[in-house]
């Protein structure tokens, strides 16, 4: 007969997972461009085709076309998310890119991040189709709350500065807080 082994029992590893961080370098190159030229602009370009009802496709770029419609109760099919949803969805990308960029420049690893947003918004004047008699500051979003999620290398003081940060200088959230120029013509 064979001596068998013993195996001890050894204390369980708990694992953590970072998310996949993105170009530091890059990073501190475009920030350095930012600081040299701060007046510097780009462009973001979307072309939108309706496709009849509320259905509608925007095309950006040489990506899948981003579909938009209204739910069933505002007459649309309800065949994908609404057009203030994707608004919403583009300020918590925003958000997420800035969080990201901020906990890499300050050396953080993040291991989740989560945004959950809420607009709250009406339409009684129906696209101004013969609705409620609205003035502009009355109608779109009139509140908009976002929490959010992010787990990481550092402490929830220094997690929460981060958010703070990427808050202050988004430029999607900036958009929705400042009033901006807004020009609309036929093509």
């Not at 989560?114 to 013969?130: K, M, S």
């Not at 402490?155 to 940060?165: A, K, N």
């Amino acid at each position: 007969m064979s001596e068998a082994t013993v195996i001890e029992p050894t204390a369980p590893t708990t694992v953590k997972a970072f998310l996949k961080p993105i170009d530091g370098e890059g990073l501190a190159a475009f920030a350095a461009k930012g600081r040299a030229n701060p007046a510097s602009r780009g462009t973001n370009k979307v072309r939108t085709v309706m496709q009849g009802m509320y259905r509608s496709l925007s095309y950006v770029g040489d990506h899948q076309p981003v579909v938009v419609d209204e739910p069933l109760h505002l007459f649309g099919e309800n065949t994908a998310p609404a057009p203030g949803e994707i608004v919403l969805s583009g300020l918590g990308g925003c958000l997420a890119v800035g969080i990201t960029a901020v906990a890499t420049w300050k050396k953080v690893r993040l291991s989740r991040l989560e945004i959950f947003l809420e607009g709250d918004i009406g339409n009684p004047a129906a696209w101004g189709a013969d609705g409620a008699l609205k003035q502009a500051p009355e109608m779109g979003f009139q509140t908009i709350r976002v929490k959010v999620v992010v787990e990481g290398d550092a402490s929830r003081e220094v997690l929460d500065g981060i958010v703070q940060h990427a808050n202050f200088y988004s430029p999607v959230a900036n958009s929705m807080r400042n009033p901006i120029p807004f020009e609309i013509a036929l093509a």
